[in-house]
């Protein structure tokens, strides 16, 4: 069974869709791409997905054992969260909550870790510092720590490189190339960036006026690839 699985899915606030029937699977291993047009309710599949909103019509399945309070999420920050006044280790150990179940404090467990994450994610410099403090970069690898402190197995990124200059751009790339390919965690991110979803992305959803799903290689001679890229100026 696919790890995630999107059936005959409509979507959208009071009744009314922004997005309907959409099919697809992710399998374990997989690293998804959702691209499309500004609007087309990229991010309120995503927030469906995480079970944030309920979806007008079918239904989102998780396979492999996975449930879905083990799912990863690094949003898209407002302005209020990025003067959020906690220190980084509080911020990251706060990924734990789903695994507490009734308990009401943290276990020696998911102390250990916070602190596996914030070493994978090379802060541990900024550990007791306040996260408002902080770069919009550090900012960005504390949530993803956060994330990981959730899941073993699948991440889903909302835009997790929005406003970084390009070099931390390109750090940030590589971390979550990296824990796919090494780590092997699944990914499902959000990207307005089409050259990067191709280079680094296994796999492509594409969803607005045209729907595609399916590996990048076939994206790009599909006639929604085509047509999005020839009308982005996009070339190989």
């Known amino acids: 069974m696919a790890l995630l699985s999107c059936q005959d899915l409509s979507l959208g606030y009071e009744g009314k869709p922004i997005l309907e029937h959409i099919?697809?699977?992710?399998?374990?291993?997989?690293?998804?791409c959702i691209v499309g047009e500004n609007g087309s309710g990229k991010s309120t599949l995503m927030k469906t997905i995480l079970g944030l909103i309920h979806p007008l019509m079918g239904k989102v399945q998780t396979g492999d054992g996975l449930r879905q309070n083990e799912i990863g999420y690094l949003p898209q920050q407002t302005v209020v969260q990025r003067d959020f006044p906690d220190s980084v280790s509080e911020i990251v150990l706060s990924g734990c909550q789903g695994r507490q179940g009734f308990r009401p404090f943290y276990s020696?467990?998911?102390?250990?870790?916070?602190?596996e994450n914030i070493r994978r994610m090379e802060i541990e410099p900024l550990a007791k510092r306040c996260?408002?403090?902080l770069s919009g970069?550090?900012?960005?690898?504390?949530?993803l720590a956060r994330a990981l402190c959730a899941t073993r197995k699948l991440l889903l990124l909302d835009e997790p490189v929005a406003g970084l200059d390009p070099k931390v751009t390109a750090e940030m790339y590589q971390l979550i190339a990296d824990l796919n390919?090494?780590?092997?965690?699944?990914?499902?991110?959000?990207?307005?960036?089409?050259?990067a979803a191709l280079r680094y992305a296994t796999h492509i959803l594409h969803i607005g006026a045209r729907v595609y799903c399916g590996p990048v290689q076939d994206y790009l001679k599909s006639e929604t690839g085509v047509h999005y890229l020839e009308r982005g100026g996009y070339r190989q």
Do not use: C, P
């Open 23 to 32: 099919n697809f699977e992710v399998n374990t291993g997989d690293y998804l």
């Open 108 to 115: 020696k467990e998911d102390k250990a870790l916070a602190w």
């Open 131 to 133: 996260y408002r403090e």
């Open 137 to 143: 970069g550090q900012q960005q690898r504390v949530l």
């Open 181 to 195: 390919q090494k780590d092997g965690i699944t990914v499902v991110m959000i990207s307005h960036d089409l050259e």
